[in-house]
Nanobody, 116 residues
């Protein structure tokens, strides 16, 4: 499966953005769909993981502000980001993980810049 992110851009602090990740094929078999981010000079970190059994795990830094969701019928994953902060500035990557048969796919990333 190939993943294509969209929706990034420049937003002021306190603003909102909605990222989308469109998959080229079915995502229903993927145990985990997730969003990760990498800020300049930092390691990639998990933002949210959405399982195919209804579990969602958030990084502490985004709890209460970000909402991850998946629509298996549309083969699309979303990340709604509210109350954005400058420290949320990063390239955001979509990930699809499946244990068997093993598959770990990444999108090309979309840049989110939070600045006044």
């Amino acid at each position: 499966v190939q993943l294509v992110e969209s929706g990034g851009g420049l937003v002021q602090p306190g603003g909102s953005l909605r990222l989308s990740c469109a998959a080229s094929g079915s995502i229903s078999s993927f145990n985990r769909m997730g969003w990760y981010r990498q800020a300049p000079g930092k390691q990639r970190e998990m933002v949210v993981i959405i399982s195919n059994v209804g579990l969602t795990i958030y990084a502490d830094s985004v709890k209460g502000r970000f909402t991850g969701s998946r629509d298996d019928a549309k083969n699309t994953v979303y990340l709604q980001m509210n109350s954005l902060k400058p420290e949320d500035t990063a390239v955001y990557y979509c990930n699809a993980f499946r244990a068997y048969p093993a598959r770990d796919a990444w999108g090309q990333g979309t840049l989110v810049t939070v600045s006044s």
